[in-house]
Structures are given as C-alpha cells and as structure tokens.
C-alpha cells in the first residue's frame, strides 16, 4: 500500500500530464507561430507519399508470395500427383520383381502385370483392352488402361483422357487412367499417369538397350504419343 508520500508524487505527476496537455490544447493557434508549430510538429512525424507507395509495393509482393505458397488448390494438387508418383514406383518395381523372377527374364505380360499389382488394380474397360482380364496373348508390344483403388486421378473435360490420354473411350470426360505399355523386343515398360492442376503426364520408363539399363521417371507434354515401343524416350517428354 503507497504511503500519504508517494500518493502526493503520483497525483502530482498527473498534475503536470494533464497540464502539458492542456498547455498544447492552447498552444496558440490563433498566432502564427503556434500554427507553424503544428505543422512542424505534424510534417515531422508524417510519412511521404513516395515512402507510402514503397510500403505499399513491398506489402503487395508479400501478400503475393504468400499466396502462391499457401493456395489450398495448389498445394492439394501437389500432394495428390506425389500420391501418383509414388503409386508409379511401386508399380515400376513390382513389374521388375516379376520380370526378374521370370525364367527367362522377359518383360511382364499385361495379365501378369494385373496380378503383381495385387488387389489395388481394377478392371476398366476401353475400346478394346483391359488390364484386368485381358484373354489375348501378349506376343509383341501391348498396352491397356487401368485405375487404382483409392488414388485420385484428374477428373472432367478437357483433361486429354480420350483414346490417346489414358482413358481408351472417345469421350473426354470422368476420370483419367494410368497407362501400362510392355515391349518384350527390349524386355521394356511404361507406366504412365495425368497429373493434377496441369496438362503434362507423369511416366516411369524401363527398357535394356545393349548391357545397359535404361529407367527413371519423365515429365511429358500433351504432345507425347507413349503407346509405341519402349525403347528411347518418347518425343515430347524430359527427365525429371
């Protein structure tokens, strides 16, 4: 508790706060000296415009960064096509495992294919192929389309899901498909994949050329024809 003193010091210094202020309230605007004061007293204190317009600048390029980090579309995006990734190297190394555990090392027929994959591959008719249950022989270079349970792939029109996007029907619309391509003439295999929020496909490629292995991940534009043989990188596609 503050003694009769210190109460005498505190109202005091209150004293003089409202005095100083009151003593400004009446600094003499009527004179013009006390209005030169206050415009003094204001410039002082004030920012320009041009420091206004720096500040104004720095917080619209902050705003937009922050955006572009924190979009919600484009961050979900993200996370769905590394699913697709992923997805595509599982895949990828069980076709392997089955190629290496064959007698003679050949290449994975579609059927096969299907049944590595497990129970995460479904059926999906097209034109005239499907991965699962596929009744023809695998002779020479084939390819069919499928879905996996669970994975989201692109959805609706204008994605490039039409015979040559991965879907197998004439139409462009629904969901998109993953792409399985095997040629036994370089023991090789595509699997391929339509990304999210963009046009471009995502591929895996796998072929022997000489005593060398050829494999790794592509990046390809909607130019990109990869039904043919697996035996170069297809046109229109990149390392990634």
Known sequence: MKGPAQ???TQKRISKVFKFAAQGLNIGLSTKGGVEKMRNLRNSKGFTLIELLIVIVIIGILAGVLLSVLNPVQQQNK?????????LDKLALSTKSLQAASFVGQVATRQEFTRGAGSIATSLTNTTLTCDGVTTAD?????????????????????????????????????????????????GFRIAAKLHGETNTMMYQYYESGNAIVEGFYNCTSGATLTGAVSSTPANCTVE
């Not at 996370?79 to 997805?87: M, P, Q, S, V």
């Not at 619309?173 to 095997?182: A, E, W």
């Open 7 to 9: 109460m005498d010091s």
């Open 139 to 187: 002779a020479g270079i084939a390819h069919c389309y499928f879905q996996i349970s669970g994975i989201d792939l692109p959805t609706g029109t204008n994605r490039g899901c039409d015979t040559t996007g991965y879907r197998g029907t004439s139409t462009d619309s629904g969901n998109c498909d993953f792409l399985f391509v095997r040629d036994p003439n370089t023991n």
């Open 79 to 87: 996370a769905k096509n590394g699913t697709i990734r992923a997805t």
